[in-house]
């Protein structure tokens, strides 16, 4: 239910109360007479009503007692990928930059979170990541970050690798662009996009995981976010993207998942077995077309229901759904995991074949995936990922012909709406979370510094000014790729900033 004053003064006039605000969700609890109880759907700003006690924990160690635990890991079989690290091929030498709420210090990442160099900071000279928040620290306090980190490449050192990702060699760069409520806007996460851009040699980043998006129906040839994922995609970058929660209605791919370039992820669920046969479409899974363009999405699909991967303890998540397996773990449900495991499944094909491009990974995936749940094309795109198949396909490339965006639409209009989604009993998905400012992006205007890795201070970005203001251009010229103006707040036409944050995107994933 979204929290705005709608809602609750409905649930006052059905006799009801509202007994906890809950911000985290943007949303709150309410009794409510029986009588009243079949009229919550129907009030304007409600996404969906649901009793309390399905989404509270069941407080069970080793997961809920109405889902049975999964055989371990068994989403590395399915997709392929048990083989290629049976070879050796397990993301060895490759950095995933996970774009997200930052990653928790646990025994399954040790020694491969990479530290980022501060290069202005004689006093620190390395941080564990690049931290575009307001919080003092690079820990994952809202704890989507790590869940998804253990996906791509958990080792499962806690669990005797029972519990491992899909590429439990592979490491990591953490570019932290939320906190403990979860919260990230558009404009940071493109700063988060143009740093990886900008230090993506340094770091050795061939993949980098989007699990996050805005339901924004601005076209993708016009929309910022999409301008600045296709640089990263032109970068040498493969972009994997959520599709989103907000399934099964067609029409409601994220952005940017409506991207043609990136590959864009949906999610089924494995019934914990690696056999496809069983395997079923969640309704959360979005489905195709993207709404302002028409075009077919997801691309492909891999498993994201019920997935176990790694805790960050203390977390906002940790702690609201404390619902553990074997101490160090948790499951989730949503396309965020299911990106995640794509993202591990690019690196284990970047280490075999060092060579492969963004658009050769996109062509063997998607000409590779196998059929899969319905079938349908605009529920499940090409299919299910096939590590193995991916690693053998023909040589062929993704997005001939495709027609590019400009960046020159709205950053406000790229920011979507405010909405929560309540999905499966123990799942809480958080589907948005913004305000209305207004600001027009315009790739053509910009005012001085060149975002290079020797001008990027981050001491005065948060809710102050631009430390640079055009896309770094090494090794390419990114032309067109220019900010507008140089301050997050003040005063436009007449109205006030809301304060130094904005709020935009959107994690798909659920606890269960």
């Known amino acids: 239910i979204a929290s705005d004053a709608g809602p609750e003064d409905a649930i006052e006039n059905l006799g009801g109360a509202v007994t906890k605000e809950l911000p985290i969700v943007d949303g709150f609890a309410a009794t409510v007479p029986a009588a009243g109880a079949g009229k919550l759907a129907s009030i304007p700003g409600v996404r969906a009503v649901t009793l309390d006690e399905a989404l509270m924990p069941q407080g069970l160690l080793g997961g809920s007692p109405t889902t049975p635990s999964p055989p371990k890991s068994a989403y590395i079989k399915e997709i392929g990928a048990d083989s290629e ?13 996970l774009v997200d709420t930052g990653i928790a210090n646990v025994a399954d990442l040790a020694g491969r979170v990479l530290p980022v160099q501060n290069d202005l ?9 690049e931290n575009l928040t307001g919080e003092s620290t690079c820990d994952d306090n809202y704890g989507h970050g790590t869940f998804i980190a253990g996906l791509i490449a958990g080792n499962g050192a806690a669990s005797n690798g029972a519990w491992s990702g899909v590429a439990p060699n592979a490491n990591l760069v953490s570019v932290k662009v939320a906190g403990a409520d979860g919260s990230a806007d558009v404009s940071t996460v493109l700063a988060g996009i143009q740093w990886v851009v ?8 061939k993949v980098m995981n989007l699990s996050l998006g805005t339901d924004s129906t601005q076209s993708y040839t016009v929309d910022p976010l999409n301008y600045a994922v296709e640089k990263a995609w032109d970068a040498g970058i493969t972009v994997v993207v959520a599709a989103s929660n907000r399934g099964p209605d067609p029409a409601t791919i994220s952005k940017p998942g409506d991207d043609p370039l990136v590959v864009t992820v949906g999610a089924v669920d494995d019934m914990g077995t690696p056999a496809i046969a069983d395997d079923q479409l969640p309704d959360f899974s979005s489905r195709g077309p993207t709404a302002a363009d028409g075009l077919a999405k997801p691309d492909v699909v891999a498993p994201g229901g019920h997935v176990v991967s790694l805790r960050a303890p203390g977390s906002a998540v940790d702690t609201q759904f404390p619902t553990y397996v074997d101490g160090s773990y948790r499951k989730g449900s949503g396309t965020s995991m299911a990106t995640g495991i794509v993202s591990g499944a690019v690196a284990l094909m970047v280490q075999a074949n060092p ?28 299919g299910l990922i096939d590590t193995y198949g991916a690693l053998r396909a023909p040589a062929g490339l993704a997005n001939q012909g495709v027609t590019r965006s400009n960046g020159l639409g709205s950053l406000d ?16 998905v958080v589907s948005g979370l913004q305000t209305g400012q207004l600001l027009l992006w315009n790739p053509l205007v910009y005012t001085t510094v060149i975002w290079s890795p020797l001008t990027w201070n981050l ?29 997050w707040y003040g005063e436009l036409d007449g109205s006030r900033w809301y304060g130094s944050r904005w709020y935009g995107s959107r994690w798909y994933g659920g606890w269960d």
Do not use: E, H
């Not at 690290?85 to 930059?97: E, F, I, L």
């Not at 970005?461 to 032309?479: I, K, T």
């Open 459 to 487: 001491t005065d970005f948060a809710g102050s000014r631009w430390y640079g203001s055009r896309w770094y251009d090494q090794p390419d010229q990114m032309a067109g790729s220019r900010w507008y103006g140089s301050r």
């Open 413 to 428: 209009l790229s920011r979507g709406s405010v909405r929560v989604a309540l999905n499966d009993p123990g799942q809480t």
């Open 355 to 382: 060579n492969l491009t963004p658009d050769r990974i996109k062509y063997a995936l998607t000409s590779t995936a196998r059929n899969v749940a319905s079938g349908d094309p605009m529920a499940v795109g090409a």
């Open 121 to 129: 900071n004689l006093l620190n000279p390395t941080s564990p990541c």
């Open 198 to 205: 900008s230090f993506k040699d340094r770091y050795g980043i």
């Open 85 to 97: 690290r049976a070879a050796g091929v397990t993301g060895k030498g490759v950095t995933v930059a």
